[in-house]
Antibody, heavy 115, light 113 residues
Framework: EVQLVESGGGLVQPGGSLRLSCAASGFTFNNWWMSWVRQAPGKGLEWVASIDEDGFKNYYVGSVKGRFTISRDNAKNALYLHMNSLRADDTAVYYC????????WGQGTMVTVSS | DVVMTQSPLSLPVTLGQPASISCRSSQSLVYSDGNTYLNWFQQRPGQSPRRLIYKVSNRDSGVPDRFSGSGSGTDFTLKISRVEAEDVGVYYCMQATHWPPFTFGPGTKLDIK
């Protein structure tokens, strides 16, 4: 079964850092682009970042450029999102998703930025 | 950036009746390879999004055939031929032609009258 499981969310103060993880299983991880998408409470979906199969190309939405870093470890079938300088408007459920057409999604992990 | 709009934003439907959601993009979604990368997602209450339709009209595995997608260029439609209770949720269109960024529509909330 193809599965994505996120972890690492929690409560963090403004200006703080957090690292999200996404464990992939049931498919050949290093054959696929991977992405992060977030959803603020009661709001719609917002693409955050994507990374290619080898981890050499990465892309970000403008609001997180310079603060967030997407990375992957193909040996561990894992995707990461390193988040620095967190702000209140980063509060959201963060989903990892497979490919550039988002065909498989995880269950999400909640990140709350608040003092 | 490509802006995606949807209408209506709220869609009350009687069980067994059809439903239709419109999605428009601020520029044509036809890619240089001839494909149109327009997807539809369903998000049931309390659940993760699920892709229903890719490249305008291709249903994902396990998606009931009462769901269909159509359209071209900048105008697209998701239709449900007969709404069932399990169809309650929010529906999003998303373009993957002109990225970054990938952009989603604001969502259409479908509920039962």
């Amino acid at each position: 079964e193809v599965q994505l499981v996120e972890s690492g969310g929690g409560l963090v103060q403004p200006g703080g850092s957090l690292r999200l993880s996404c464990a992939a299983s049931g498919f050949t991880f290093n054959n696929w682009w991977m992405s992060w998408v977030r959803q603020a409470p009661g709001k719609g979906l917002e693409w955050v970042a994507s990374i290619d199969e080898d981890g050499f190309k990465n892309y970000y939405v403008g609001s997180v450029k310079g603060r967030f870093t997407i990375s992957r470890d193909n040996a561990k079938n894992a995707l990461y999102l390193h988040m620095n300088s967190l702000r209140a408007d980063d509060t959201a459920v963060y989903y990892c998703a497979r490919t550039k057409s988002f065909d498989v999604w995880g269950q999400g992990t909640m990140v709350t930025v608040s003092s | 950036d490509v802006v995606m709009t949807q209408s209506p934003l709220s869609l009350p439907v009687t069980l067994g009746q059809p439903a239709s959601i419109s999605c428009r993009s601020s520029q044509s979604l036809v890619y240089s390879d001839g494909n149109t990368y327009l997807n539809w997602f369903q998000q049931r209450p309390g659940q993760s999004p699920r892709r229903l339709i890719y490249k305008v009209s291709n249903r994902d595995s396990g998606v009931p055939d009462r769901f269909s997608g159509s359209g071209s260029g900048t105008d697209f439609t998701l239709k449900i031929s007969r709404v069932e209770a399990e169809d309650v949720g929010v529906y999003y269109c998303m373009q993957a032609t002109h990225w970054p960024p990938f952009t989603f529509g604001p969502g259409t909330k479908l509920d039962i009258k």
